[in-house]
Structure formats: C-alpha cells, structure tokens
C-alpha cells in the first residue's frame, strides 16, 4: 500500500531505476523527478513530471513529500552528496530504498537516501551511513561498517570488522579481508583484493588478465 510520496532527484538511468524500484517494492509512490533547470530535456520522464529543482519545495513542498537522490558515483560520490545535502537544507526527509529481497540481518537501522538492492546479505552488527548505494549482490560481513556517501557495486565482498570511510567506490567482484580500514575517497578497482588498510584517496587496480598465445580450440578442457 503506498502511503508517502516521492520526488526523485535525476533523470538519468540511475533515476529511472529508483522509480521502478520504489513502484513495484516499497511504501513510496514516485511523484516526480528534479533536476537543475539546465538540465530538463523535457516536461516529462519515465511517465512523470519534471520540476526545476531550484522551485522543488514550492511546486512539491517538504510537509508532504520526501525526496530521493538517485545519482551515481561520478567524483567519488560528491555529487549526489551535494543534491542530499541540498535537499536537506530545503527540509526534506530523504527516502530510503532497500528491497525486500535482500537479507537485511543487521539490527542497525541506515541513515537516510540509502539505495540497497536485492540479494545483498548484511549480517548483524553492520552500520550503514546516510547516502550509501549498495548494488545487487554483496556480501557484507558482520560488524562492518560503512560511513556516508559510498558506492558498492556488485558482488562485493566485505569481510567482518571493515570500516569503509566516506566517498568511497567499490569496483565489481572486489574483495576486502576482515579488520582493515577503507580510507576516505579510496577507488577500489573491479576485481581487486585488499589485504590491508587503504590510503586517502589511493587507486587500487588488480592485476590485469593477459591474452595467451594459443587458441581456444587448441586447448583441451577435459
């Protein structure tokens, strides 16, 4: 039964997805979508409204709306941080998304503007921050935790007792051994394994797959 209502920050598929999410597996009805006026191509999206997001509060007022930002990674989550931090300056109540298909095992409520999608597993003793997107399928190990304004891809795993500090960005399929330190602003690599705590702001790619000398029908697979 939907009984709030949402305005959705963005418009592009980042957007487009949360609407489809808060439609089919939440209490939330989509109402509109926002964005800088600079940025509206048209007077609709995805079947709704687009308003200015400089008249947001005027045209769908905070006492009876909530918002959501629905934007992604780019500069290490700053962006989307800016809109969240925007939309409570204009007095909203930020909307959270987190699917009834994921296994939300923690006893640790999130912050707010947090986007968790189906087949995470978040074991008990785990504190998410405010403005966290986790994608499908990670694995998020006991008594971690992960501060505001981060982005965890897909099947990730974390293991027990990890701090991910803040703007954060977890690549596809990486890997992080339990008791260390994520620093803030750290860009971890798909496919990267991290054994030991991160620097501020440091980059950490896997080693590259290489292309072998030989066909794939002139290798025997028994």
Known sequence: ??????VIIGNTSNARLAKYFFTIDSEYEPAAFSVDSQYIKGN???????????????NYP???YEAFVAVGYTNMNKIREE???K????????????????????QYPTGDNCFILEDNTIQPFVKIGSNVV???GNHIGHDVTIEDHNFIT?????????????????????TIRDGITI?????IAAGAIIMKDTVEKGVYLPPRSTLFDKKSDEIKIS
Do not use: H
Request: glycine content about 6%.
């Open 1 to 6: 039964m939907k009984i709030k209502k949402v």
């Open 44 to 58: 609709e999206f995805e079947g709704l409204p687009v308003t200015p997001f400089e008249d947001l509060e005027k």
């Open 62 to 64: 905070p006492s009876e």
């Open 83 to 85: 809109l969240y931090n």
């Open 87 to 106: 939309c409570r300056e204009k007095g909203y109540t930020m909307a959270n998304y987190i699917s009834s298909r994921c296994s939300f095992l923690t």
């Open 134 to 136: 986790l994608w499908s």
């Open 154 to 174: 897909s099947q990730v795993v974390v293991s027990g007792f990890v701090t991910i500090k803040r703007n954060c960005f977890l690549g596809v399929n990486a």
């Open 183 to 187: 620093a803030p602003e750290t860009l």
